[in-house]
């Protein structure tokens, strides 16, 4: 969507549209799943967790670190992943506040 279009939105509904990206595909959640489950990673471990060749599990981080879901530290030659907690905690605050606004809704729909 172009900024003249975005502009048009409040600042909430543009920041969840771009975290429900991120978050739009299966292997980034089973990424953060596993960090989550792991408290840190080494890229070749989602390898070996992942259906994903090693080119793809890298895009899908890098998607993730880009977000500022996750962090990363160059550990000798590998990289080493973990849940950026500050942000997970800013993307759960935004869905809450987003569906909390809607609290009594009633199955009225056709």
Known sequence: MGITKT???SDLQNRLADYFKVLG??????????LVNANSCICGDLVDVLPLSQATVSQHLKELKQAGLIKGE???????YCINAE???????F????????????????
């Not at 160059?74 to 080493?80: A, D």
């Not at 869905?95 to 056709?110: A, G, V």
């Open 7 to 9: 502009e048009s939105f």
């Open 25 to 34: 595909h299966p292997a980034r959640i089973a990424i953060l799943e596993h």
């Open 74 to 80: 160059i550990s000798g030659t590998s990289v080493c």
């Open 87 to 93: 942000k997970w905690q800013e993307v759960k605050s």
């Open 95 to 110: 869905l809450n506040e987003f569906m909390d606004r809607y609290p009594n809704l009633e199955d009225s729909c056709c």
